[in-house]
């Protein structure tokens, strides 16, 4: 019981630290700015030249229109971008902190929302590819586009839980993060990002199914103009609920050994 | 008024990976103190701390002697709030404050201003607070226009410097430190003495793990010796030199 309360008192001042998560996080950011001319515009630039190059290849293998398959795998690569980077970072969030950790009493909650603001910032600067696609080929933002915001919410309420997870997890066990990046990958190539959901569509599986494709689909919808699905909703918001219940239950465990396994 | 109060704190700290022998062995050398004990996973568990129990109040200086892997950095650890013990009971009435690796939490790429602020807001200060103290934590520091250079330009003394002006602007309830103060040139060690002995003065607890027998006896009023993670002895300086000497080991360990 009191584990629990101390659980809970670490994740209510780890967000009344804004100031601190909000400094760290942006000089996260600005250290990639400080030596170099673009800074994480380089990851932009990156993204940028991935998906001009894949678009045309895949475009023509899928025979599917570029002016309707760049934007959607652009939309994609944003959603993406934000999603598989909250999870393998969420491997190292606090192993990475070891030195704070072991030097100053802070709810260990604050690292995860360094990470998770941190990811919010650089996925405000891949999302300028989209702007740039958007202008090529003229797509005309739309009132749907206001569903990023609940959307992106969803995404970073459930990077919370799986950043306090993961993070304790692989801290303890090494080993796991080399086991989420391949299984990233894998997903990666198996969810709707490259391909258009249609292209299955002898195997919805993978499709309705895969939480992974839901969770795009809340940043790629709205980008694209289009509603996002019910079912979307249901499964990316119960996945938030009942994964919030059990990790926080797990944190209150785990919390107090954090600092030895870091 | 700053106090502290352990009664009976044991820690256990478990070394997890330690099924592979090297890493055992490796271990098994550097720590004299703690004792091993095998748990039933095939893991090392090290009893860190056993059963301590002492009160500290106001206005204290306390420096903690032993030798390597006695549990003095174990204990500040826990003091600090970082550790939570396996058991027992931690008291405390204060804001603690830990020097312990002044590179630490450090911003390498940033600069020294930068960091002042950062450090003070980990600290738990307030932005108003910190940008009131910055103009006299950079005049102690003396590093003058380095401060505007990214702290990885710095030595480690400039580090130091930087790193004990900020955690000293203000007086904490409670300040652990872990043998650094011996780092710095011997005027800045100097600067860096008066400071610490007019902040004890002023309010609260020093608690200081230190393997130079002459600092204790120039900066404590009192002293606990530690050995595998138990308090042998306690009282003043000078006392409890007398029973670690005496017990024939050389105070900077094996």
């Given at each position: 019981m009191q584990q629990i309360?101390?659980?809970?008192?670490?994740?209510?001042?780890?967000?009344?630290?804004?100031?601190?998560?909000g400094l760290l996080g942006w000089q996260d950011v600005r250290q990639r700015y400080r030596r170099s001319l673009l800074g994480p515009l380089w990851l932009t630039l990156s993204l940028g030249v991935m998906v001009g190059?894949?678009?045309?290849?895949?475009?023509?293998?899928?025979k599917t229109p570029i002016d309707s398959y760049l934007p959607?795998?652009?939309?994609?690569?944003?959603?993406?971008?934000?999603?598989?980077?909250?999870?393998?970072?969420?491997?190292?969030?606090?192993?990475?902190?070891?030195?704070?950790?072991?030097?100053?009493?802070?709810?260990?909650?604050?690292?995860?929302?360094?990470?998770?603001?941190?990811?919010?910032?650089?996925?405000?600067?891949?999302?300028l590819v989209f702007v740039v696609v958007a202008i090529v080929f003229k797509i005309v933002p739309n009132w749907g586009l206001l569903w990023l915001i609940p959307g992106l919410f969803i995404?970073?309420?459930n990077a919370f839980w799986v950043g306090l997870v993961l993070g304790a997890l692989c801290a303890r066990f090494r080993d796991i993060p080399q086991i989420v990046s391949s299984l990233i990958q894998v997903v990666f190539f198996m969810t709707p990002?490259?391909?258009?959901?249609?292209?299955?569509?002898?195997?919805?599986?993978f499709v309705h199914e895969n939480p992974f494709f839901h969770f795009v689909e809340l940043v790629r919808a709205p980008l694209l103009g289009e509603a996002i699905g019910r079912d979307t909703w249901v499964i990316t918001i119960g996945f938030g609920l009942i994964g919030s219940v059990l990790a926080f239950l797990f944190f209150a465990r785990a919390r107090r050994r954090i600092a030895y396994w870091v | 008024m700053a106090r502290i109060a352990l009664e009976n704190v044991s820690l256990d700290f478990p070394l997890f990976g330690a099924g592979s022998r090297s890493l055992k062995k490796a271990f098994m050398r550097l720590g004299t103190g703690g004792r091993l004990a095998r748990d039933s996973a095939d893991t090392v568990v090290v009893k860190a701390l056993r059963?301590?129990?002492?009160?500290?109040?106001?206005?204290?200086?306390?420096?903690?002697?032993?030798?390597?892997?006695?549990?003095k950095s174990t204990l500040l650890r826990v003091l600090a709030g970082i550790y939570e013990p396996t058991q027992g009971l931690v008291e405390s009435e204060g804001r603690p404050v830990a020097l312990f690796d002044p590179s630490l939490?450090?911003?390498?790429?940033?600069?020294?201003?930068?960091?002042?602020?950062?450090?003070?807001?980990?600290?738990?200060l307030s932005r108003p607070e910190l940008r009131e103290k910055t103009a006299d934590i950079a005049a102690f520091t003396e590093l003058g226009e380095y401060l505007a250079m990214p702290v990885r330009t710095y030595s480690s003394g400039m580090l130091l410097r930087l790193a004990f002006a900020v955690s000293t602007s203000f007086v904490p309830d409670i300040l652990?430190?872990?043998?650094?103060?011996?780092?710095?040139?011997?005027?800045?060690?100097?600067?860096?003495?008066?400071?610490?002995?007019?902040?004890v003065e002023e309010s609260g607890i020093l608690i200081l793990a230190s393997h130079s027998e002459e600092i204790i006896r120039r900066l404590c009023n009192r002293a606990f010796l530690l050995e595998g993670g138990r308090l042998i002895a306690a009282g003043t300086p000078e006392e409890v030199f007398a029973v670690y000497n005496d017990q024939g080991r050389a105070h900077e360990g094996f």
């Open positions: 309360r101390l659980a809970a008192s670490d994740l209510i001042e780890g967000l009344r630290a804004w100031v601190v998560w190059g894949l678009g045309y290849v895949y475009g023509d293998l899928f959607f795998l652009t939309g994609g690569f944003v959603a993406w971008g934000l999603i598989s980077t909250l999870i393998t970072e969420s491997c190292t969030v606090f192993v990475a902190a070891e030195g704070y950790i072991r030097q100053l009493r802070l709810p260990f909650s604050l690292h995860v929302f360094r990470l998770i603001w941190r990811n919010l910032i650089i996925f405000f600067h891949n999302a995404i970073l309420f990002i490259m391909w258009k959901p249609e292209l299955l569509a002898n195997r919805p599986v | 059963e301590l129990s002492f009160t500290v109040v106001h206005g204290e200086r306390v420096g903690l002697v032993g030798p390597n892997g006695a549990g939490g450090m911003d390498m790429e940033a600069t020294g201003y930068e960091n002042i602020m950062l450090r003070g807001l980990l600290m738990g652990l430190m872990d043998e650094w103060i011996g780092a710095g040139d011997a005027r800045f060690l100097d600067k860096a003495q008066e400071r610490l002995h007019g902040m």
